[in-house]
């Protein structure tokens, strides 16, 4: 039936398909093209339509438009007749070739191949010789999969750069430090451990017109794939976890890579409120209120007022108003008490740590500990050694004894945000910013402000005007 079929006048299409085109030019498929029309031609068929998907694996499961487009058309009656390469251009899943089969058999659709022939899929003969060629294609991928992915394990183990795109912070070779972008990586490890958020540190690089690796502007995410990623810490990561010392410089060390990575995947840092929540004014959360003694002074303003910072400890409690005051003007005034005394000799002093050396290596020895005792004690519930009961009292304890060894680390790893400021021969401009460097962001002077000076504000019974004398100020140290 294949000669009469073969001999038959056909609108046939062709379909091409190569897995990979690193420089887009697509030589592979042209070829392929090629050779299917002069097939087609040899057989007496017509090209009607020609389908492409480029850089697409039919093994990887991801859709291929133009292979969706090639069964529409089957679908519609517009072409008789398929020419492909080979058969592995078509499918290497059973399931696609199973699919195809169906389609092709009830539409009475021919195919042939370049390097394998036709396939007669109206006869069991035919549809069996097609799904055996469609099994050794599959067997051929799945071999050659696995060779990659040894090979891919076998570089990871060196220590050896994966190749693909340039990894921020460094060279081209993806071994050479960037001199200019690597102090950026280090900056934003930085900012993390003082407490920014990674919206304010991409707003601060985009400000700056730092572009990402390929020249785009940051985004939040693209931040955290940094601080997340175990290469700048010196570790050649594999699958997400680092599998070997890497043959690269380190540009942080691993108790910073760790203690960052512990922060930016805190579950409790979301952006709807809570204690992570992004924050737009200087004394949020850290004035207090001179009525009721607590912290809960937030900014708001409604209509066409001026943003206040008000005691939200009334507006749960249902008293009478505690404080309001011009959130502009009491910032303006903290800042400037802030700056003034970072110009004092003794400015380096006020936040050099106290408290002894810790081991930050055996801390994260005892974190991976005690998750794994967590993970045992889910295997002991599910097998009925526990009861639901001891299970939440153990989970309980070590999820303390968890939170405090990440404040533990936080705290021994923690970049002090003074210190630039500190340093700068002039303070007030590394504050404000000038037309040569930009303002410190909002993160590091609020990590300044909570660990230099308490403020207060007090009731007063003045009006029309702010009062700075209600204004208490208390240095910490």
């Given amino acids: 039936m294949c000669d009469t079929i073969a001999a038959m006048s056909r609108s046939a299409a062709i379909y091409a398909r190569i897995s990979q085109d690193r420089d887009g030019s697509a030589l592979g498929i042209e070829r392929q093209e090629q050779d299917c029309r002069a097939l087609a031609d040899s057989l007496g068929w017509t090209v009607t339509d020609v389908f492409v998907d480029n850089n697409r694996s039919a093994y990887s499961g991801k859709r291929r438009p133009e292979y969706e487009r090639l069964l529409a058309a089957i679908e519609s ?28 058999e009830r539409r009475s659709v021919v195919t042939n191949t370049v390097k394998s022939g036709a396939w007669d899929l109206s006869t069991p003969s035919g549809r069996a010789v097609a799904r055996t060629l469609g099994a050794w294609a599959r067997y051929e991928s799945e071999h050659k999969g696995d060779r990659i992915a040894r090979a891919a394990r076998q570089r990871a183990e060196q220590g050896k750069h994966h190749g693909g795109s340039r990894p921020f912070g460094y060279k081209d070779n993806g071994v050479d430090l960037d001199p200019i972008e690597s102090e950026i990586v280090r900056e934003m490890f930085e900012k993390v451990l003082a407490g920014v958020s990674l919206r304010k540190i991409v707003h601060s690089l985009n400000g700056r017109n730092v572009p990402t690796a390929r020249g785009n502007r940051w985004t939040a995410l693209q931040a955290r794939s940094i601080v997340m990623n175990g290469r700048y810490a010196g570790y050649r990561m594999h699958k997400g976890e680092p599998i070997a010392k890497a043959v690269w410089p380190a540009i942080v060390s691993e108790d910073v890579w760790r203690a960052a990575l512990t922060i930016v995947t805190d579950p409790s840092r979301d952006t709807n409120g809570g204690r992570g929540a992004e924050v737009r004014w200087l004394g949020s959360g850290l004035y207090i209120c001179g009525v009721c003694g607590t912290r809960q002074i937030r900014c708001s303003s409604s209509g066409n007022k001026m943003p206040a910072y008000r005691c939200i400890e009334r507006e749960m409690t249902g008293t009478i108003a505690h404080v309001n005051r011009n959130a502009r003007k009491l910032d303006e005034y903290v800042e400037s008490v802030l700056v003034a005394r970072l110009t004092q000799p003794d400015a380096l002093e006020l936040l050099t740590p106290k408290s002894p050396a810790v081991d930050v290596a055996a801390l994260y020895v005892e974190q991976s500990a005690l998750a794994s005792r967590q993970d045992e004690l889910a295997g002991l519930y599910a ?61 590091s002077k609020r990590a300044i402000l909570d660990a230099l000076l308490d403020v207060t504000i007090n009731r007063t019974p003045m009006r029309g005007r702010f009062d700075y004398d209600a204004i208490g100020m208390e240095w910490k140290q």
Avoid: C, M
């Fill in 77 to 104: 009656g517009h072409i008789q007749a398929v020419v492909a390469w080979a058969p592995d251009r078509l499918h290497r899943s059973p399931a696609e070739l199973e699919r195809y089969i169906d389609i092709a």
């Fill in 383 to 443: 097998a009925g050694s526990v009861t639901a009961r001891q299970l939440t009292t153990a989970t309980s304890t070590i999820e303390k004894q968890l939170s405090g060894i990440a404040e533990q680390i936080r705290t021994a790893t923690f970049t002090d945000p003074l210190r630039a400021i500190a340093n700068s021969p002039d303070v007030a401009a590394a504050w404000y910013g000038s037309d040569t460097t930009p303002a410190l962001d909002l993160g």
